[in-house]
């Protein structure tokens, strides 16, 4: 079992910029690959952004040059980095964990971009 938990989401300004965290713990040395997923009111959930344990990246077109994610060595923490954001960028975001197992995922944290 691997437990996923976010944090870093918020209110910002156009143009302004957050770092979200996602903390894991549990079975973390069965992860190959970790995301970012985002849901807005009355839409699917979505991929942002997604990393291999070889540091491969994926980005939605819609974030490419503007956000940018990362982990760290052990595989138990990895962020997103999001600048010069939109307000079309608010929603949930959710951090998941592929796993062996399957696939896990935390409890979200709101991004909120408003003037």
């Known amino acids: 079992q691997v437990q996923l938990v976010e944090s870093g989401g918020g209110l910002v300004q156009p143009g302004g910029s957050l770092r979200l965290t996602c903390a894991a713990s549990?079975?973390?040395?069965?992860?190959?690959?970790m995301a970012w997923y985002r849901q807005a009111p009355d839409k699917q959930r979505e991929l942002v952004a997604s990393?291999?344990?070889?540091?491969?990246?994926n980005y939605a077109d819609s974030v490419k040059g503007r956000f940018t994610i990362s982990r760290n060595n052990a595989r138990n923490r990895w962020y997103l980095q999001m600048n010069s954001l939109k307000p079309d960028d608010t929603a949930v975001y959710y951090c998941?964990?592929?796993?062996?197992?399957?696939?896990?995922w935390g409890q979200g944290t709101q991004v909120t971009v408003s003037s």
């Open positions: 998941n964990a592929q796993s062996k197992p399957g696939d896990y």
């Open positions: 549990g079975s973390t040395a069965s992860i190959y690959a």
């Open positions: 990393i291999t344990i070889d540091t491969r990246t």
